[in-house]
């Protein structure tokens, strides 16, 4: 969370004009503004209800009884909901424990595509809960073995540009790539419920004959255009996140904890044998995730990045906590 982003987001939401309580959505002028800041088309994109709604779609669109979905455990909750509720036959490709925190090698994709034939494959880039990546050579190999075996590629991009490499100007070069995004990490518009997928404008209209009569609801639309203006903003919210996020996890490392240099707008430390006292002193302070019950995090505790002044006072409370 960044308060000066907030300030932006808010002073957006105030210029909006009263239509925008009273009004059905009008979205062509967004569809036109987002593929002009993307360097794509309006055809290529389809506005969804966050982007696990473009997830949704691709699975309603392309998923019959029976396909089998490739997808990484742990990962993205409703991947598995969705094989379950579309009757997907789903292959988790589960992370290793690693000296570096979760593995998980590009050869095991490309083997499980191989020896499963998917007619989906589901990969965020970066993933959560791991903040792991698929690097960009190794990706493009991933989308290229998809499309000659007939999948559908999936790369969820919902932290971008925390991580900043993307293959969406790749759509219209691999028929089968589709990357979803949100608008709920780095544009701080969660509660808009707002997203997008883009692809190939022939995926793209499979996708819009499942989308419901409304892509999204009218003020999320009238707020992300405007925020479009705001892309410094949000840019500036970026950097003084990730930067929060660095001195936070060198002053972790520094207190002799093992950390996580993660990619995604989140960081994981574990606290060792200090762990209950640091639990204990942190209850009242702020809200994160003590542990994982999977292997591959166990012991580590996950935390929202934030600005560099809100993670400080994380790290003193630590600080006084170890000094007792």
């Not at 003020?219 to 001195?247: T, Y």
């Not at 994160?288 to 994380?314: H, N, T, V, W």
């Given at each position: 969370?960044?308060?000066?982003?907030?300030?932006?987001?808010?002073?957006?939401?105030?210029?909006?004009?009263?239509?925008?309580?009273?009004?059905?959505?009008?979205?062509?002028?967004?569809?036109?503004?987002?593929?002009?800041?993307?360097?794509?088309?309006?055809?290529?994109?389809?506005?969804?209800?966050?982007?696990?709604?473009?997830?949704?779609?691709?699975?309603?669109?392309?998923?019959?009884?029976?396909?089998?979905?490739?997808?990484?455990?742990?990962?993205?909750?409703?991947?598995?909901?969705?094989?379950?509720?579309?009757?997907?036959?789903?292959?988790?490709?589960?992370?290793?424990?690693?000296?570096?925190?979760?593995?998980?090698?590009?050869?095991?994709?490309?083997?499980?595509?191989?020896?499963?034939?998917?007619?989906?494959?589901?990969?965020?880039?970066?993933?959560?809960?791991?903040?792991?990546?698929?690097?960009?050579?190794?990706?493009?190999?991933?989308?290229?073995?998809?499309?000659?075996?007939?999948?559908?590629?999936?790369?969820?991009?919902?932290?971008?540009?925390?991580?900043?490499?993307?293959?969406?100007?790749?759509?219209?070069?691999?028929?089968?790539?589709?990357?979803?995004?949100?608008?709920?990490?780095?544009?701080?518009?969660?509660?808009?419920?707002?997203?997008?997928?883009?692809?190939?404008?022939?995926?793209?209209?499979?996708?819009?004959?499942v989308r419901p009569m409304y892509e999204a609801?009218?003020?999320?639309?009238?707020?992300?255009?405007?925020?479009?203006?705001?892309?410094?903003?949000?840019?500036?919210?970026?950097?003084?996140?990730?930067?929060?996020?660095?001195?936070?996890?060198n002053e972790m490392q520094e207190f002799g904890?093992?950390?996580?240099?993660?990619?995604?707008?989140?960081?994981?430390?574990?606290?060792?044998?200090?762990?209950?006292?640091?639990?204990?002193?942190?209850?009242?302070?702020?809200?994160?995730?003590?542990?994982?019950?999977?292997?591959?995090?166990?012991?580590?505790?996950?935390?929202?990045?934030?600005?560099?002044?809100?993670?400080?006072?994380?790290?003193?409370?630590?600080?006084?906590?170890?000094?007792?």
């Open positions: 969370c960044d308060p000066v982003l907030n300030k932006v987001v808010s002073q957006v939401m105030e210029n909006l004009p009263p239509e925008t309580l009273f009004t059905y959505p009008e979205s062509a002028s967004l569809y036109k503004k987002l593929a002009d800041w993307l360097g794509l088309n309006p055809e290529n994109l389809v506005l969804t209800a966050g982007s696990d709604g473009a997830i949704r779609s691709v699975f309603e669109a392309f998923i019959s009884p029976g396909d089998v979905v490739i997808h990484t455990q742990p990962t993205f909750a409703m991947y598995p909901v969705y094989c379950k509720m579309y009757g997907a036959s789903a292959h988790e490709l589960a992370y290793r424990i690693s000296a570096n925190g979760p593995d998980l090698q590009v050869r095991d994709i490309l083997e499980a595509i191989e020896k499963f034939s998917p007619r989906l494959i589901c990969l965020p880039n970066p993933d959560s809960p791991t903040g792991t990546i698929t690097k960009p050579e190794e990706l493009l190999d991933v989308i290229a073995t998809a499309g000659r075996y007939g999948a559908v590629m999936l790369v969820d991009e919902a932290y971008y540009p925390f991580y900043d490499e993307t293959v969406i100007g790749l759509v219209n070069e691999y028929p089968s790539l589709i990357v979803t995004r949100s608008t709920g990490k780095a544009w701080g518009m969660a509660g808009f419920r707002i997203g997008y997928a883009a692809a190939s404008p022939e995926v793209i209209a499979t996708l819009h004959k609801n009218t003020i999320g639309v009238a707020a992300f255009e405007g925020m479009l203006d705001h892309v410094v903003d949000m840019q500036q919210s970026i950097k003084r996140i990730n930067l929060g996020k660095e001195n936070f996890l904890f093992s950390i996580l240099r993660g990619h995604g707008n989140f960081l994981h430390v574990s606290f060792g044998e200090q762990a209950n006292e640091v639990h204990a002193a942190l209850a009242d302070l702020v809200y994160y995730r003590k542990d994982f019950k999977e292997p591959c995090l166990r012991g580590f505790s996950r935390f929202s990045a934030a600005p560099p002044d809100q993670m400080e006072r994380i790290v003193e409370r630590i600080r006084q906590t170890l000094k007792k």
